[in-house]
T-cell receptor, first 113, second 111 residues
């Protein structure tokens, strides 16, 4: 089984709808991250969490919120989806310390109509 | 903004060594150099990292210049499966530093 899983893998929604993307990990890592990727723009950090209840904004947090209620789960919400949030979303985890290696999930492809 | 500069794209013949350069002229003393790659919309995959010494693992080698202002990722015998976007990242592995991926280098392995 994959160490970092994301659900759903694909999602189509309409403008104004609230949606939630889920991320779960079995690696026992404290740190979790949400990124989005748009064609030609690389990965951009949305939010990150270094522990349960710890939430930090990344480069592009506007229009998003997150929840970290358990070590293994980190959820990303779009409160009112808009078309320019159409993107590929990745969750990642890391254990921190010197070996700050991030492990990524398979991604969620989101289309906002 | 990313702290690194990489070429937008590179080609390499299959079976040859692929040498991917990265400039990080503003790197500070406690920052590490990390390399990841992303194969066609899959999640990025960690390759290797280093501080100032050259590093080698089963995937690649990392050569860091003595002044640490640049580095080179070497894939010793490139295969078609190495076609991907390669990201060079500079980061301090502690609470205050976020990893910024940048746009990376698109490596094409040619048959």
């Amino acid at each position: 089984d994959a160490d970092v899983t994301q659900t759903p893998r694909n999602r189509i929604t309409k403008t104004g709808k609230r949606i939630m993307l889920e991320c779960s990990q079995t690696k026992g890592h404290d740190r979790m991250y949400w990124y989005r990727q748009d064609p030609g723009l690389g990965l951009r950090l949305i939010y990150y969490s270094f522990d349960v209840k710890d939430i930090n904004k990344g480069e592009i947090s506007d229009g998003y919120s997150v929840s970290r209620q358990a070590q293994a789960k980190f959820s990303l919400s779009l409160e009112s989806a808009i078309p320019n949030q159409t993107a590929l979303y990745f969750c990642a985890t890391s254990q921190g310390g010197v070996q700050e290696t991030q492990y990524f999930g398979p991604g969620t492809r989101l289309l906002v109509l | 903004d990313a702290k690194t500069t990489q070429p937008t794209s590179m080609d390499c013949a299959e079976g040859r060594a692929a040498n991917l350069p990265c400039n990080h002229s503003t790197i500070s003393g406690n920052e590490y150099v990390y390399w990841y790659r992303q194969i066609h919309s899959q999640g990025p995959q960690y390759i290797i990292h280093g501080l100032k010494n050259n590093e080698t693992n089963e995937m690649a080698s990392l050569i860091i210049t003595e002044d640490r202002k640049s580095s080179t990722l070497i894939l010793p015998h490139a295969t078609l499966r190495d076609t991907a976007v390669y990201y060079c990242i500079v980061s301090r592995p502690n609470r205050d530093d976020k990893i910024i991926f940048g746009k990376g280098t698109r490596l094409h392995i040619l048959p």
